[in-house]
């Protein structure tokens, strides 16, 4: 009799979360399988609190099943306990605790979409594309993203040690990382060749727009107002916040659809437009992406391409097309669903396809040839010095200018952008 009471009042339980999450629009009938489904839920749930080898709690129980039951449906699907759901918050207003890269789950492994800029994984070498097989030893087979997220959590100043399969790697790459209070700083910005406006954006946090906006108005003021363009780089950017986004795309677009939302229902449907504004007055652009550019990063270059506002350059981007929504639930917990599909002005869906790039362009290292011609006396072994003391500075502005040749998609758009702009000239004049 115990067994059918506790099968019950799971049932119970369930039904009435059930009731509380269906929107006031619309309510979606349960039939008699449902409810069959429901039964065996029960059945299940009680058999375990009875006679599982060890006690078990009921939060933990239910908690697990509500993870199962919306990791199933895709990646990006989970549960946000109480601790999980505060630090997405934190986490938006762009500054949390951790590691510094963004993750998703694929195959059972953490796959790294992208490291954040100047945090402890970027500065440990951890690359867009590694798969984590191990945390402090432990397989990550098994457990939810969340659990894996969680875990790569904890106290600043405390090390963790991760187990990386790397593509091209012959082994597995062993890395101990220090956690630290990540400040994402989402927009930087300075001047090219002194007539080129670069700015960065590595995640869409709730000031990267406002933060955009100033470093182009500082960028210009340091051009003195006259400048080529917009190299705008969303390279190892895993998104972020939908709002930000379409601000973002806006802030280059005068009219038009920025991006549209597209749910179950066709009632679900959303557009959004740009507005009568132009930041940079119609000077050509030129976005940079690659294969950690997902989600919110896509959905800007999406829109600058379709509406022939930039040119595109880089390698093909993830190919995150989905929008999730985050649910409030009993217990300051949350959970996040995926509620919609995101369709670039020109009707395209880039889930799983991702952004293909204008000019496509591989990052590769320039480097001088150990054999062959030699440029210069000083290439030469053995070769006599000048006798005259080196001059430290010049020495690290040579660093600093070979550390920059080797970011070759900048060395291309930046002859692109020269190029674009060139002609737009000519064509008014």
Request: cysteine-free; glycine content about 10%.
């Given at each position: 009799?115990?067994?059918?009471?506790?099968?019950?009042?799971?049932?119970?339980?369930?039904?009435?979360?059930?009731?509380?999450?269906?929107?006031?629009?619309?309510?979606?009938?349960?039939?008699?399988?449902?409810?069959?489904?429901?039964?065996?839920?029960?059945?299940?749930?009680?058999?375990?609190?009875?006679?599982?080898?060890?006690?078990?709690?009921?939060?933990?129980?239910?908690?697990?099943?509500?993870?199962?039951?919306?990791?199933?449906?895709?990646?990006?699907?989970?549960?946000?306990?109480?601790?999980?759901?505060?630090?997405?918050?934190?986490?938006?207003?762009?500054?949390?605790?951790?590691?510094?890269?963004?993750?998703?789950?694929?195959?059972?492994?953490?796959?790294?979409?992208?490291?954040?800029?100047?945090?402890?994984?970027?500065?440990?070498?951890?690359?867009?594309?590694?798969?984590?097989?191990?945390?402090?030893?432990?397989?990550?087979?098994?457990?939810?993203?969340?659990?894996?997220?969680?875990?790569?959590?904890?106290?600043?100043?405390?090390?963790?040690?991760?187990?990386?399969?790397?593509?091209?790697?012959?082994?597995?790459?062993?890395?101990?990382?220090?956690?630290?209070?990540?400040?994402?700083?989402?927009?930087?910005?300075?001047?090219?060749?002194?007539?080129?406006?670069?700015?960065?954006?590595?995640?869409?946090?709730?000031?990267?727009?406002?933060?955009?906006?100033?470093?182009?108005?500082?960028?210009?003021?340091?051009?003195?107002?006259?400048?080529?363009?917009?190299?705008?780089?969303?390279?190892?950017?895993?998104?972020?916040?939908?709002?930000?986004?379409?601000?973002?795309?806006?802030?280059?677009?005068?009219?038009?659809?920025?991006?549209?939302?597209?749910?179950?229902?066709?009632?679900?449907?959303?557009?959004?437009?740009?507005?009568?504004?132009?930041?940079?007055?119609?000077?050509?652009?030129?976005?940079?992406?690659?294969?950690?550019?997902?989600?919110?990063?896509?959905?800007?270059?999406?829109?600058?391409?379709?509406?022939?506002?930039a040119v595109i350059l880089g390698t093909k981007s993830f190919g995150k097309g989905s929008v999730q929504t985050i649910v409030p639930l009993q217990g300051n917990g949350a959970m996040r669903m995926t509620t919609a599909r995101y369709y670039t002005p020109s009707g395209i869906s880039i889930q799983a396809k991702g952004i293909v790039p204008d000019i496509e362009v591989k990052q590769s290292r320039l480097e001088v040839l150990e054999?062959?011609?030699?440029?210069?006396?000083?290439?030469?072994?053995?070769?006599?010095?000048?006798?005259?003391?080196?001059?430290?500075?010049?020495?690290?502005?040579?660093?600093?200018?070979?550390?920059?040749?080797?970011?070759?998609?900048?060395?291309?758009?930046?002859?692109?952008?020269?190029?674009?702009?060139?002609?737009?000239?000519?064509?008014?004049?």
């Amino acid at each position: 009799m115990r067994h059918v009471f506790t099968g019950i009042m799971a049932i119970a339980v369930i039904a009435l979360s059930l009731a509380i999450i269906t929107t006031p629009e619309r309510k979606v009938e349960a039939s008699s399988e449902t409810y069959r489904q429901l039964n065996l839920f029960g059945d299940v749930f009680a058999k375990i609190r009875e006679d599982y080898v060890e006690e078990v709690d009921d939060a933990k129980l239910i908690e697990a099943a509500i993870n199962g039951m919306l990791a199933s449906l895709d990646p990006h699907s989970s549960y946000l306990n109480p601790k999980n759901y505060q630090g997405m918050k934190v986490q938006t207003r762009g500054k949390f605790g951790g590691l510094g890269i963004e993750v998703t789950m694929e195959n059972g492994l953490v796959k790294v979409v992208t490291p954040i800029d100047d945090t402890p994984a970027a500065a440990a070498g951890v690359q867009a594309g590694d798969y984590i097989t191990h945390l402090d030893g432990e397989p990550v087979l098994g457990l939810s993203l969340s659990d894996a997220v969680e875990k790569m959590r904890g106290l600043v100043d405390t090390d963790i040690g991760l187990t990386i399969r790397r593509k091209g790697a012959k082994a597995p790459i062993e890395l101990t990382i220090t956690r630290a209070i990540i400040t994402v700083q989402s927009v930087r910005g300075r001047l090219e060749d002194d007539d080129i406006l670069y700015v960065r954006i590595s995640s869409f946090t709730q000031q990267t727009n406002t933060g955009l906006r100033k470093t182009i108005r500082d960028l210009a003021e340091e051009a003195g107002g006259d400048y080529r363009g917009l190299i705008l780089d969303l390279r190892n950017n895993p998104g972020g916040l939908l709002d930000q986004a379409i601000a973002v795309s806006d802030a280059f677009l005068e009219k038009g659809e920025i991006v549209s939302t597209r749910g179950r229902e066709a009632r679900d449907s959303q557009r959004y437009n740009a507005t009568d504004d132009d930041v940079i007055n119609g000077k050509p652009i030129i976005v940079i992406i690659n294969g950690g550019s997902a989600s919110a990063s896509e959905i800007v270059a999406g829109a600058l391409r379709d509406h022939r506002r930039a040119v595109i350059l880089g390698t093909k981007s993830f190919g995150k097309g989905s929008v999730q929504t985050i649910v409030p639930l009993q217990g300051n917990g949350a959970m996040r669903m995926t509620t919609a599909r995101y369709y670039t002005p020109s009707g395209i869906s880039i889930q799983a396809k991702g952004i293909v790039p204008d000019i496509e362009v591989k990052q590769s290292r320039l480097e001088v040839l150990e054999n062959g011609a030699r440029r210069s006396e000083a290439d030469l072994r053995n070769h006599l010095a000048n006798g005259a003391e080196e001059d430290s500075a010049t020495a690290e502005d040579e660093a600093a200018e070979n550390e920059e040749i080797q970011d070759y998609q900048l060395l291309r758009a930046k002859d692109l952008l020269k190029g674009v702009s060139l002609f737009a000239k000519k064509a008014f004049n």
